[in-house]
């Protein structure tokens, strides 16, 4: 059931500098954008190690891997209503490399909004100071102990998670980074979540973002406000990992999304193996059907306060009848889907740059330019040390004594269409 996370929960938590390897403080700097891990925090992972998966930017130094002209995936709706255009964009908090440049439909509808709207702004003070807020030692001992703790150190070690770097946070949390993780030997990372590759393009571009939720908000959902609730999660979570499931699920469900296959997100119960316990079933509930509302309320107040928004928030919550674009029209929005059908993608390489051609030089004449004609610098001495200076003696020759011929007058009446 963790693999929704993917989908529905992005808590992340900002990382410090120092706690992160070198090549992952140079992500941070290229991106201009602390990337963080999600539902929890992003790790001070020893991606040298020979064991271990390789790091974010590491990953990108594969065969076949580099600058790509970027595919339209994932889920996009256009939302209409007093005369503007918002959007909704359904996103993976996971993402491959070749993933981070948007395809050309989900560019220009970024293009024409002007504000973008998350569940979370990782960059946000209010959101890192809920987020590195330190759990209560008392609750992770009782949560965390015995065979429980135990089966979350071998999962860290397995995971290259430093030991200790992740004990200050809350049971759920640390537990949730881990699940993050295993996406690793597949390729997939948090720091190219979509939703964050978004924020950076945002950023870069001066375009306001809007949170529309808290993270104390998603703190409470994924825990249920109980230490029972929290302790089953842990230990489905911790068996999902230890039996290899979670690695494949997560595959899959990045397979679906770049293939922006709405019709079989939709059918999710059918797959997921997320609602067979009444844990399961409170856990979806609360992620899905309790928070949706809140997020249409989020959306329509930017749309109706003269915003254009568009909207990036986990895939799932744009499905079913409890979905976004179905909330959105029962609010008078017209919903048109854009990115909604199953495709095959395949992102090429990008063409290399042409070389830019040298600016033409201006002829000289008698110490005039002359508009239209290229001077070679030095021709008569090079035809002349060439034994060419014969022929420019002729022509000179013929031309003495008389007016040189007049440039020819540039065409005004005539247009070249392409």
């Known amino acids: 059931m963790r693999i929704l996370r993917a989908l529905v929960a992005p808590l992340r938590l900002l990382s410090r500098g120092t706690d992160r390897p070198a090549p992952q403080r140079l992500l941070a700097r290229l991106t201009r954008q602390a990337f963080a891990a999600v539902g929890g925090c992003f790790l001070a992972v020893a991606a040298h190690a020979a064991a271990c998966p390789p790091s974010a930017i590491a990953s990108l130094e594969k065969p076949g891997i580099g600058l790509r002209n970027g595919v339209d995936r994932g889920l996009l709706w256009r939302i209409e209503r007093d005369g503007r255009t918002s959007w909704l964009y359904g996103t993976l908090h996971l993402g491959r490399g070749e993933w981070v440049r948007p395809g050309p439909t989900v560019q220009k509808a970024m293009a024409q909004s002007d504000t973008l709207a998350l569940e979370l702004d990782s960059r946000d003070e209010a959101t890192v100071r809920a987020l590195s807020q330190p759990a209560d030692p008392a609750a992770v001992a009782r949560v965390l102990s015995g065979e429980r703790a135990r089966r979350l150190e071998r999962q860290n070690a397995e995971a290259c998670v430093s030991p200790g770097s992740t004990a200050r946070l809350p049971p759920i949390l640390q537990v949730t980074t881990l699940t993050t993780l295993a996406a690793r030997a597949d390729g997939l990372y948090a720091e190219f979540g979509v939703d964050e590759t978004l924020a950076v393009s945002a950023r870069n571009s001066n375009k306001p973002i809007v949170a529309l939720e808290s993270a104390a908000d998603q703190l409470r959902w994924l ?42 997100l939709a059918r999710y119960p059918e797959w997921c193996e997320c609602l067979n316990t009444p844990a399961e079933q409170r856990l979806m509930k609360r992620l899905l059907d309790d928070r949706n509302p809140g997020l249409a309320d989020g959306i329509e107040r930017l749309h109706a306060g003269g915003r254009s928004a568009f909207a990036a928030v986990g895939a799932l919550h744009m499905v079913g009848a409890q979905g976004l674009p179905t909330l ?14 199953a495709q095959a993608q395949m992102a090429l390489p990008m063409p290399p740059l042409a070389a830019p051609e040298p600016p033409a030089r201006k002829a000289v004449r008698g110490g005039k330019n002359v508009k239209g004609q290229k001077a070679v610098k030095g021709a008569g001495q090079k035809a002349a040390a060439k034994g060419g200076a014969k022929p420019a003696a002729k022509a000179a020759a013929a031309t003495k004594g008389k007016a040189a011929p007049r440039a020819a007058p540039k065409a005004t009446n005539s247009k070249v269409r392409r």
């Open 328 to 341: 959105m029209a029962a609010r008078g929005f017209t919903v048109t889907p854009v990115l909604t059908e």
């Open 223 to 264: 825990t249920g406000g109980s230490e029972a609730e929290e302790a089953e999660q842990i230990d489905a979570m911790l068996d999902e990992l230890e039996s290899g499931r979670l690695r494949g699920q997560l595959k899959t469900l990045a397979d679906i999304w770049a293939r922006s296959d709405a019709a079989r």
